[in-house]
């Protein structure tokens, strides 16, 4: 696993992917299931795994979370960048921050709290996260009335953020005000686009961003990392030719739920057996895993 520090050369080389992670019927980590799934992932030169929302770490326990970080860590070649995730609760973060400090990973991702929050407040208990585990942040912005882009400036230009996920879901992501008003004060660089293959090209060429992270990169890792190459030579129509091989499963992903679309996409197209996922979700109906499952090995095939 890559132990240093996060760069902009990182961002740009590799998509981000994020998948699912594999447990058993007793809702334990399996190192052998985990183990293909990245394998299969690092296999089509995808160098970044980051174990945020389709890993379900929103539900993750205290009691199980330095097991994971410790099984992640094995499963990993030595030039991959993994990054786990913490929160969404402030109370569970911080208790988290000590768990991390037994154990190397250059960066973590903040899992973004809705509900009982403010933006001060949340720039407040990410820098008192960021204190307590000693280095920079992702920070992830999913939603409009998270944080403004002036608490996010703030958090960069104190040297707390690694790098921003930007996944704040548009009717058309070309028209973004809050993501133009972002790209203005902070380094573009540091920005990936967060919300899969659908709106990559006008984030990565109308805003600039650095790159972009994916779930259906599981599936079909090479494609994935064809597109981004794609999208730093400049080739748009290349770009979109690809990104339409994956509208099948991310529409699906779009119309069920994403995350528990792809836990049950990675076993159905034969890569790894994800398992049962964790309450509170749920695995796929039988209905909708036939139309995923046909999904899944079309794009794991085309």
């Known amino acids: 696993m890559q132990t240093s520090p996060v760069t902009i050369e990182n961002l740009s080389q ?45 539900h993750i326990r205290l009691s199980e979370y330095a097991e994971i970080l410790a099984g992640l860590i094995q499963v990993a070649l030595d030039d991959t960048l993994i990054v786990p995730a913490v929160g969404p609760a402030y109370g569970l973060m911080m208790d988290q921050a000590e768990v991390l400090k037994d154990f190397n990973y250059p ?21 008192h996260f960021a204190e307590a585990f000693g ?46 008003e972002l790209v203005e004060k902070v380094d573009p660089n540091l920005i990936v686009s967060g919300i899969g293959e659908h709106p990559v090209i006008p984030h990565l060429r109308d805003f600039r961003l650095n790159g972009f992270t994916s779930g259906c990169v599981c599936v ?7 597109m981004l190459k794609a999208c730093k030579a400049g080739d748009w129509d290349l770009a979109d030719e690809i ?13 069920i739920n994403p995350i528990r679309v792809l836990h049950d996409a990675v076993q159905l197209a034969g890569i790894g057996e994800t398992g049962p996922a964790v ?18 090995n079309d794009l794991k095939t085309c």
């Open 220 to 226: 079909r890792p090479e494609l994935s990392a064809a």
């Open 135 to 180: 280095k920079p942040i992702v920070l992830y912005i999913k939603h409009d009335g998270y944080i403004e882009v002036e608490n996010a400036k703030r958090l960069v230009d104190d040297g707390l953020v690694s790098f921003i996920k930007y996944a704040v879901v548009r009717d058309d992501p070309s028209i973004d005000p809050y993501l133009s």
């Open 279 to 296: 309450p509170s979700l749920s695995n796929l109906s039988p209905e909708d895993g036939t139309r995923v499952s046909a999904a899944a």
């Open 243 to 255: 990104r339409q091989k994956f509208v099948g499963l991310e529409d699906l992903r779009n119309e």
């Open 107 to 127: 960066t973590v991702m903040i899992l973004p709290h809705q509900g009982i929050t403010s933006y001060d407040g949340v720039e407040t208990g990410i820098r």
């Open 14 to 58: 590799s998509v981000i992917a994020v998948p699912p992670l594999a447990r058993d019927g007793a809702m334990k980590f399996v190192p052998e299931e985990n183990q293909k799934i990245v394998s299969h992932i690092e296999q089509g030169g995808v160098r970044i795994l980051l174990y945020g929302g389709n890993a379900n770490f929103y």
